[in-house]
């Protein structure tokens, strides 16, 4: 079985690939990322990075992007990758092929082709605070190579149900080839087994402060001092510029200090405007933490209004007052919340149920041969 890729994709494919050595002995797995593809071909980095300037050559002189980030979003690399996948792999000596992310289509006709993916592109116009003009993509890429990417799947697994019905309403693509596998998370687990929901400090950890509801977190904050002068507010993960009493901003720290600060917390609050899966509320889940989040994008499926935290509409900073200062009048209810996200993060969210049902759903659909293969 081949396993298509590039890098990490937020520490996502080291899991996935653990778990398919796990729920696929009878094979063996083959990696191969295409980012190192084009380091160990030089000519054909030049070639690419020379299609990104072709296809966004104009945004990226006006500083509105990035040359990288779009590295593997062109029309040329799109047909490239095909043009290698062909000749690279032989149906005949695979059972089937398994790809992350949809930025391109590396199908090969006769190998069934699954795909692993937190979005799509047409999801973004479903979000209530989405701007248009932050499309990344190319409308070149967006003609030649998206469609192909869903045409070609045998079946794509979703991290949430929220990107599976894109697909399927925004795509076309047909539900029974469309399954919801959601994700697991990406630390280690070591929960406190007597938290002091009293103590009432909130954690917000993100990288990027505006889209994770960074702004409404920091006015919520100030709007509840108040009644809770003794509430610290604790961001990891960003520098925002702030002035708040009891406010403690940390910026990026290295991922087992991130551990610390969910062990510590006392209530989760980051209601993010975009969120495709959302991995960070599953592991305050797993730290028994009550969440206060938004109704955006995957994260209905992670956190349960009224049973393991409160869901605001994006950019409701009353909504989020009112919550942040229910939890924090109730430590017992941020207690119940903790435990019942706890539940449904170990039932739903670890990488162990992603991997068995992700084999089910591939032996369910290749043929009896190819599992021999």
């Not at 992310?101 to 999801?123: E, K, M, W």
Request: with cysteine.
């Amino acid at each position: 079985m081949a396993f298509l890729k590039i890098r990490d994709f937020s520490f996502i494919n080291p899991n996935l690939i653990a778990q398919f050595k796990r729920v696929f002995p009878e094979y063996t797995l083959e990696v191969f990322d295409f980012k190192d593809w084009l380091k160990h071909n030089p000519h054909l980095y030049l070639l690419a990075m020379a299609a990104v300037y072709k296809e966004y050559g104009r945004e990226i002189l006006a500083g509105k992007k990035q040359p990288n980030p779009h590295l593997f979003v062109t029309r040329w690399i799109g047909k490239r990758i095909k043009k290698l996948v062909q000749q690279r792999f032989n149906p005949r000596d695979y059972a089937f092929a398994f790809q992350t992310q949809t930025f391109f289509d590396a199908s090969v006709a006769g190998l069934p082709h699954f795909i692993y993916t937190d979005h799509t592109l047409r999801a973004n116009w479903r979000y209530k605070l989405f701007d248009p003009s932050k499309i990344q993509y190319s409308a070149e890429w967006r003609a030649a190579i998206e469609p192909e990417i869903y045409r070609n799947a045998s079946k794509i697994f979703f991290a949430s149900n929220f990107a599976r019905n894109s697909a399927i309403e925004d795509y076309n693509y047909p539900a029974e080839k469309a399954e919801c596998v959601y994700t697991g998370i990406n630390v280690k687990i070591d929960p406190p087994t007597n938290k002091d929901y009293a103590a009432k400090r909130i954690l917000f950890v993100g990288v990027e402060w505006e889209r994770k509801g960074g702004p409404e977190v920091a006015e919520a904050f100030k709007r509840i001092q108040t009644q809770h002068p003794d509430a610290t507010l604790t961001i990891v993960g960003c520098t925002p510029e702030l002035d708040l009493p009891n406010c403690q901003i940390i910026g990026r720290v290295p991922r087992e200090e991130v551990v610390q600060h969910f062990r510590e917390a006392t209530i989760f609050c980051m209601p993010s405007r975009i969120e495709p899966a959302g991995i960070a509320f599953t592991e305050a889940a797993m730290y028994k933490l009550p969440i206060i989040s938004a109704n955006s994008g995957g994260l209905p499926d992670r956190v349960l209004h009224g049973q393991t935290g409160y869901l605001i509409e994006p950019g409701d900073v009353d909504s989020l007052t009112t919550y942040l200062s229910d939890l924090l009048d109730h430590p017992e209810r941020c207690r119940e919340f903790g435990e019942a996200g706890y539940q449904l993060a170990h039932r739903e969210f670890t990488w162990d149920r992603v991997g068995d049902r992700i084999r089910a759903a591939i032996l369910s659909t290749i043929q009896p041969t190819q599992r021999m293969a």
